[in-house]
């Protein structure tokens, strides 16, 4: 049996969190062996011995299969076609790109297609020229397993993409926590900074749906909800599901809250505390009978107005207060938290306690914060402690 026979599409949903309807379906090549048994053809097209011309035939029949299909259907998502960014830049024409040329033969509104660009490589140049006329002509372009390869950052600047798919063994290992959590944070923050909107793919439990709202994910995609399927849904049909997952995920997120907000309050008893005592001096014994450690408090330094460190980092640890000067004389008005409470003062309103972003100290390795809150008309305390207590 010819190849191209056995090939076909089958459509697998995208979700949207908040609406909680079927927004999107991505096109996905699927094969039938001899005995007619189903399986995906992923590994047809990444294996290495077929010449790239053979797979661009097979991939144009699917895709057409496909629009064939959508175009019958009283389907109202957008569809997400599989285009390889090597193949793209082997047009030669830029006036009859097949896949316009199928939309325009099969009377299919542009705007409901996104062109998902796969892999690295190719003539970047080339390919932002190409993307930029399919855009000019009303399609979306999506960047896909982001995250995969430095390289993709180029891409994301260069091609300004309407959607990123997070590579999917990346966002696996980011369920799990560590670096890569960071860094699929780091790459959502990114991607939402550029105004594109994030899917989660190959979500397969609620852990991961969880996290993937975590990170801000607009959309989802994978068996959770599921696999791919040869016809297309009620755009509803995952509506109750959505709804309870959403649920659940507000339930755990408020006792978590909840939780930062009783120990933030306790933290801030703290501080005004240490206020207190060292607008009358440096009497450190006198105050480390406050749960410090308990609490997570590490150190605590002076600041003047113009951010230099003017007294020693005082250290506090079992039970006691370990005196530190290297740091006199370093300078933190760069930082957020320090101006950001010379900005309220400015406005009068100079009781907040400022708040750093979380990070890894540097000398002990523990995920800190910094808390920053005037001491007097000269000095501003800063306060360093253990984020992990809320984590």
């Not at 430095?150 to 799990?176: G, Y």
């Amino acid at each position: 049996m010819n190849q191209e026979k056995r090939l076909f599409p089958y459509f697998q949903p995208i979700v949207g969190i908040a609406s909680g309807a079927i927004v999107g379906y991505e096109v996905l090549t699927w094969q039938a062996d001899a005995v007619g048994r189903l399986s995906s053809a992923g590994e047809l097209f990444s294996g290495p011995d077929t010449a790239d011309e053979r797979l661009i035939s097979w991939d144009r029949c699917v895709r057409r299969q496909a629009l064939q299909k959508f175009s019958r259907s009283n389907c109202n998502a957008y569809l997400t076609i599989n285009i390889s960014a090597d193949w793209i830049g082997k047009v030669a024409d830029l006036n009859s790109l097949p896949t316009l040329l199928m939309l325009d033969e099969l009377g299919i509104d542009r705007t409901r297609i996104i062109i998902e660009i796969t892999e690295a490589k190719g003539d970047l140049n080339r390919l932002v020229e190409i993307i930029g006329v399919y855009r000019k002509l009303g399609l979306k372009v999506a960047i896909d397993d982001f995250g995969a390869g430095f390289s993709q950052l180029e891409q994301v600047m260069s091609a300004q993409p309407d959607l990123i798919k997070l590579d999917v063994q990346l966002f696996k290992q980011a369920t799990q926590g560590g670096i890569a959590s960071d860094i699929v944070h780091l790459l959502t923050r990114l991607a939402k900074r550029t105004g594109c909107r994030i899917v989660c793919v190959g979500v397969e439990t609620q852990d991961e749906f969880f996290f993937g709202l975590n990170c801000g994910a607009q959309y989802m995609q994978g068996a959770l909800f599921s696999s791919a399927e040869a016809e297309f849904k009620n755009p509803t049909h995952y509506q109750k599901q959505i709804k309870a997952l959403r649920k659940s995920f507000l339930n755990n997120t408020l006792t978590k809250e909840q939780h930062k907000i009783q120990y933030i309050s306790k933290i801030k008893s703290l501080c005004n505390h240490l206020k207190k005592a060292l607008k009358t001096g440096f009497n450190l014994n006198s105050i480390s009978a406050y749960p410090f450690e308990e609490k997570g408090l590490l150190r605590l330094y002076l600041c003047n107005n113009d951010g230099e460190q003017i007294s020693a980092n005082f250290n506090f640890a079992d039970g006691e207060w370990f005196e530190d000067p290297t740091r006199i004389g370093f300078n933190w008005a760069w930082r957020p938290y320090f101006y950001q409470l010379l900005a309220l003062e400015s406005i009068k309103d100079s009781y907040r306690l400022i708040t750093s972003e979380r990070y890894k100290d540097f000398n002990t390795d523990v995920l800190c914060q910094t808390l920053t809150l005037r001491l007097d008309d000269e000095r501003i305390l800063l306060i360093d402690i253990a984020a992990e207590g809320y984590a």
